[in-house]
């Protein structure tokens, strides 16, 4: 029987499996003696998970969409005031 990746829970055999990618590892490169981190390598992959870790993972990747098309929705409104007021003062 498969076990969700993210959880551990037992999936059924006669269940759908749902596969989503999922983060499977992550290496920081240092170049020494300065300790600071010089790059990271992250890896991904499509793993078996169960139901509520899908709907999880949906819904996080559809929060980090809005995010980032409500910040350059932000920056065209700010970029619009500022053309208006420069206009209205020249």
């Known amino acids: 029987m498969p076990n969700c990746y993210l959880c ?7 269940e759908y499996h749902r596969r989503r990618k999922v983060k499977t590892g992550e290496f920081e490169r240092r170049r020494y003696p300065n300790p600071k981190v ?3 390598q992250v890896s ?3 793993r078996i998970v169960c139901g ?5 993972l949906d819904r996080e990747k559809v929060t980090k969409m809005w995010l980032e098309h409500l910040s350059v929705l932000v920056a065209l409104v700010i970029l619009f005031i500022v053309l208006l007021v420069q206009r209205l003062f020249q």
């Open 8 to 14: 551990g829970k037992v999936l059924p055999e006669n």
């Open 38 to 40: 010089s790059a990271v």
């Open 44 to 46: 991904y992959g499509m």
């Open 52 to 56: 509520s870790c899908a709907r999880r």
